[in-house]
């Protein structure tokens, strides 16, 4: 790719892939059979910068923090959203927001206070979107595009374990188009009724983006004021359930739902704005449930999801805690443990979490 080549929003809100060289411009719909291999080869390219020489960003991007972050071996993130100009995201379905194209994401990931890669979210067309990750210099002045099939060890994140960039397929299989699509930006995660025991939460400033921000600006359609009024909220038996179930959602969920490839396995962790909130899915399929995979160390019968009372014999706390290949999970994205998590998890499963539950307790109500 050129210099002289770039991508473009135009004002309609398509984006359209323009080639200095043969004069062409290429609508989303065509763009998409290409796109993946037309990514522009310098994240400076992509207009997340308003000035690349000081690497300041470009106003109309926003910046946003999920309530309830993905682990990530503790990298430190940024995250940024443009939507394009005069457009609104279709918000009919409340977990499933359908995003107008020329949507742009951004995901800076930073280890030891040094930024490792920074990755592109971009909507090319009504049903497809393209991703693409790029990779710091050591000098931090530039960083440019991995190939598709990423980049191993990029940096030590704990002795002899080290962050690679993903490759394209591996993008996809969590941020599959058909399931999920963006993660990160939604009912939930943009809540400002925000759970003060997140593990791993991040300050929400005054510039960054939430649900009463987006209803402000005329951003949701339709405007669904319930949102703004009574922010989404996990109702649990306590604020430590609460945290728990946030957790799952986030690293969990994103596969385990009830529309993904996978659900004929009945495990259900992704919570649902729109769901039955007197028994979250997260509980009614874990707790005391057999699973297909079971804890090795447990004697035979034993072994649940969520044994209640019972850490050592829940194959859930096992499977979040091991970083072997063949057994942890998630399965992506994480070469080391999460302990603050998984202490929570512990203590969680430890106090015998029910299956099931009808009102919330007087201290997650308030």
């Known amino acids: 790719m050129t210099s002289r080549q770039a991508w473009t929003l135009v004002a309609a809100g398509a984006l359209l892939w323009t080639g200095a060289a043969t004069g ?13 291999a037309a990514a522009p080869a310098r994240l400076a390219e992509t207009g997340l910068y308003a000035d690349a020489g000081t690497f300041a960003i470009d106003p109309r991007n926003r910046p946003f923090t999920p309530q309830y972050p993905l682990w990530s071996d503790g990298a430190a993130k940024r995250r940024w959203v443009r939507l394009p100009e005069g457009a609104t995201i279709d918000v009919a379905r409340v977990d499933r927001w359908d995003f107008p194209v020329g ?80 993660l990160g930006f939604d009912a939930l995660q943009l809540s400002d009724d925000r759970d003060p ?12 983006v939430t649900l009463a921000t987006l209803a402000a600006e005329h951003r949701l359609s339709p405007a669904r004021p319930e949102l703004v009024t009574s922010p989404p909220r996990i109702e649990a038996a306590d604020g430590r359930e609460r945290a728990v179930l946030g957790y799952l959602s986030t690293n969990c969920g994103s596969c385990h739902n009830r529309q993904s490839t996978i659900a004929s396995l009945g495990l259900f962790l992704k919570f649902a704005v729109a769901g039955d909130q007197c028994t979250p899915d997260a509980l009614a399929t874990t707790v005391d449930r057999p699973g297909h995979w079971a804890v090795p160390t447990a004697p035979e019968g034993t072994s649940r999801i969520v044994a209640a009372g019972r850490p050592d014999l829940s194959a859930l706390f096992a499977r979040a805690r091991s970083r072997r290949p063949s057994s942890q999970m998630p399965p992506l994205g994480s070469v080391v443990a999460d302990r603050e998590a998984l202490a929570l998890v ?5 106090a015998a979490p029910a299956a099931t539950r009808c009102a919330p307790s007087a201290e997650t109500a308030r």
């Open 103 to 182: 949507t742009r994401f951004w995901k800076e990931f930073a280890f030891a206070g040094r930024k490792v890669e920074t990755r592109m979210f971009f909507k090319v067309a009504p049903d497809r979107w393209t991703f693409a990750s790029y990779h710091w210099n050591d000098a931090q002045t530039e960083a440019t595009l991995v190939p598709p099939a990423g980049l191993p060890d990029v940096a030590e994140v704990a002795p002899g374990k080290w962050h690679s960039i993903p490759s394209h397929d591996e993008c996809r299989a969590c941020h599959d188009s058909g399931r999920t699509e963006v």
């Open 197 to 208: 025991r997140a593990p791993h939460a991040e300050p929400v400033t005054p510039a960054m």
């Open 346 to 350: 512990q203590e969680w499963i430890a």
């Open 24 to 36: 062409r411009v290429m609508g989303s719909a065509a763009l998409a059979s290409v796109v993946d």
